[in-house]
């Protein structure tokens, strides 16, 4: 008489999605199985096997595991993108600039005195989020907060040299506004993952996701939270955000220069 076996098919519940496509695919496979094999043998088809489903990191499929983490990620998009946006155009429209460019103050000086305050305000807004996502929402930081401090830094820079870099080029504050919520606010929205599934999208519009710098970012908040510190996925992640953020930085100091257009 053959032996019973065990399978186990493990899902990683901090993505629920994903996850209950593996589980429905895992009992297709399991259920077209014993068809053919009740089959051969000349019998009624039956379900001799068992499933028991479980879930790494979030057995239950809370979607709130899933949606408030990521949720922070839109938080510091708005303050790295929507906020600094205005910041280097206020400045030309109340004709302010001019008197800058007539100080010894280098433009490198400049913008790093825009940023810092933008940079602390990002970092406090994250650090309220995490408290309300662990007091009042009840999702669980398994991870460390110095984790979740380095990977909310690295993803700052980027949006505030985007932020900057936008002001910088507009030099009005309207017009930089509405970029910065077509261009920063609405791609961290609907192609970082926090919505829809990255890997459910059309091939076309995946390859777009590669130069959104909250793709980064919502995955490493997810597994920060739900799943605990995964050096091997968040540093190259953040790599890819501070180098998204020097490429900003560069482009707003070529495009801020010390004359008067």
Do not use: H
Not at 93 to 113: D, H, K, Q, S, Y
Not at 128 to 142: E, H, K, M, N, Y
Not at 147 to 165: D, H, K
Not at 172 to 199: D, K, W
């Amino acid at each position: 008489m053959a032996g019973r076996g065990t399978v186990q098919v493990v899902a990683d519940g901090s993505q629920p999605n994903t996850a209950s496509f593996l589980a429905g695919y895992a009992n297709g496979i399991v259920a077209n199985w014993s068809s053919a094999r009740a089959f051969d043998r000349g019998k009624a088809s039956a379900a001799p096997i068992s499933i028991n489903s479980r879930f790494w990191f979030n057995p239950e499929l809370k979607s709130k595991f899933f949606l408030v983490p990521g949720s922070i990620a839109i938080v510091m998009t708005m303050i790295g993108s929507l906020l600094t946006g205005l910041v280097i155009a206020r400045e030309w429209e109340r004709g302010t600039m001019e008197a800058v460019m007539a100080t010894p103050l280098g433009m490198g000086e400049f913008v790093l005195i825009k940023v810092i305050p933008y940079f602390v305000l990002g970092l406090s807004s994250m650090t309220i989020c995490t408290i309300l996502a662990v007091t009042l929402f009840g999702v669980p930081l398994r991870g460390s907060f110095m984790a979740l401090l380095l990977i909310s830094a690295s993803f700052l820079v980027p949006a505030l040299g985007q932020g900057l870099f936008i002001s910088a080029v507009t030099k009005n504050q309207f017009v930089a506004s509405q970029i910065a919520l077509l261009t920063g606010f609405l791609p961290a929205m609907m192609l970082s993952g926090f919505i829809y599934e990255i890997q459910a999208m059309p091939t076309w519009v995946r390859a777009l996701t590669y130069i959104v710098p909250a793709r980064y970012l919502v995955p490493q908040l997810q597994t920060v939270f739900v799943a605990g510190d995964d050096w091997g996925l968040f540093l190259p992640n953040c790599a890819i955000l501070m180098a998204f953020g020097a490429a900003f930085l560069i482009m707003t100091l070529r495009v801020t220069r010390r004359r008067i257009a």
